[in-house]
């Protein structure tokens, strides 16, 4: 950690993941860096970048509506780790007065050796073949725009966020190669939470959360044979 000025303070760190399957060895390196400029005693801007990889994949069968499910996958000689680079910048703002806070962002995240079930399969009873019913290589893309606001008193705590994101999945035998949206994939969301404070022991907490559904794509025609 560096303090450049009495305003701006940089953090960095950098790690090295190894992975070793079979006669494989996987070596990413992981930089981080964020900086922190402080405009004055309540108001900061923060900007960051980060690197990082993982072994395990979490394969999505939802298009299998009869027995839909999640598995994890280990990465393979086929299967490379997963890596995600992610740029944030973000403002906040807070008052120790009043007791009211208000923080807003946006961020960028890119993912590449993504997988995904090729079309038409599912792993349910084929696990001594799985590795050839998966698409490999795919690329991912999320962004998105997060704001929240609080109030803290001694005895209430109350915060509203909203948050606008995008979640997309692209590989060259799904879609025609066209980026569609994937199971995470839910644009907008709203959050109130309040937690009251009765007495030294007791607590009231209560939260509302609005937001859109999963995406799906639904049949228009049938064949019939």
């Known amino acids: 950690e560096w303090l450049m000025t009495e305003k701006l303070t940089i953090t960095s760190s950098l790690n090295l993941m190894q992975c070793f399957t079979d006669d494989t060895c996987y070596v990413f390196p992981e930089p981080r860096l964020s900086a922190k ?5 309540k108001f900061n801007i ?10 395990g994949h979490l394969l999505s069968n939802s298009s299998n509506s009869s027995f ?28 120790d007065k009043s007791g009211l806070g208000v923080n807003s962002g946006v961020y960028y ?24 019913l998966i698409e490999k290589n795919g690329k991912g893309y999320s962004y998105g725009l997060e704001f929240k606001i609080s109030k803290t008193t001694k ?6 966020s909203y948050t606008y994101s995008r979640s997309y999945r692209q590989f060259s035998n799904i879609n025609s190669g066209k980026q569609y949206p994937f199971e995470f994939d839910r644009p907008h969301e709203l959050t109130i939470s309040t937690m009251k404070t ?3 022991n007791v607590h009231f907490s209560s939260i509302f959360t609005l937001a859109s559904g999963n995406p799906i794509t639904l049949p228009n025609s049938m064949l019939y044979s």
């Open 37 to 41: 400029y402080a405009v004055n005693e």
């Open 46 to 55: 923060e900007a960051s970048y980060d690197r990082a990889t993982q072994n």
């Open 68 to 95: 839909p499910a999640n598995t994890w996958l280990p990465s393979t000689k086929q299967i490379a780790p997963q890596i995600c680079n992610q740029i944030y910048v973000g403002i906040s703002w807070d008052n």
């Open 109 to 132: 995240k890119s993912l590449l050796n993504q997988i995904g079930l090729k079309e038409g399969c599912s792993i349910i009873g084929n696990a001594d073949n799985w590795q050839n």
């Open 155 to 160: 005895a209430i705590n109350m915060w509203l």
């Open 198 to 200: 009765i007495k030294k």
